[in-house]
């Protein structure tokens, strides 16, 4: 392991995110490197710093409360925006119709077919 693979590593290793391998291939390059120790040192206090104040700040127990609030009131307004539709909305619904019309007449044809079609519905 080079110095540079140590250096891209490190985070990995600190997150217990490495194989057995890589874990034992950052041992012996520490072993062998002063200046990557010293990293480890520094990086490694850094990270548990990180995980202290990370437990440490819990969100305050209304925060779930408004948040759950606030997603009921979303869900709310927008049910509410469907049920009457958007002049742009009704706008793209029509092209959206014309479009259907321009391209579905051999749809519609495959479909009589398959329900019977008129000439073999009364005798
Ligand atoms: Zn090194």
Redesign the pocket.
């Known amino acids: 392991?080079?110095?540079d693979e140590?250096l891209a590593t490190i985070d990995a290793y600190l997150d217990d995110a490495l194989s057995i391998m890589d874990i034992l291939r950052v041992h012996r390059?520490?072993l062998?490197?002063e200046?990557?120790y010293r990293?480890m040192g520094s990086e490694a206090t850094l990270h548990s710093l990180l995980a202290d104040d990370a437990a440490r700040d819990q969100p305050p127990g209304s925060l779930r409360e408004r948040i759950t609030l606030r997603v009921a009131a979303e869900e709310r307004a927008r049910s509410k925006a469907r049920a009457r539709p958007e002049p742009f909305a009704s706008r793209s619904a029509i092209l959206a119709g014309r479009l259907g019309q321009a391209s579905s007449s051999s749809s519609t044809d495959l479909r009589k077919q398959e329900c019977g079609g008129p000439d073999t519905s009364g005798s």
Do not use: D, G
């Open positions: 392991m080079t110095c140590f390059h520490l062998s490197c200046c990557c990293v």
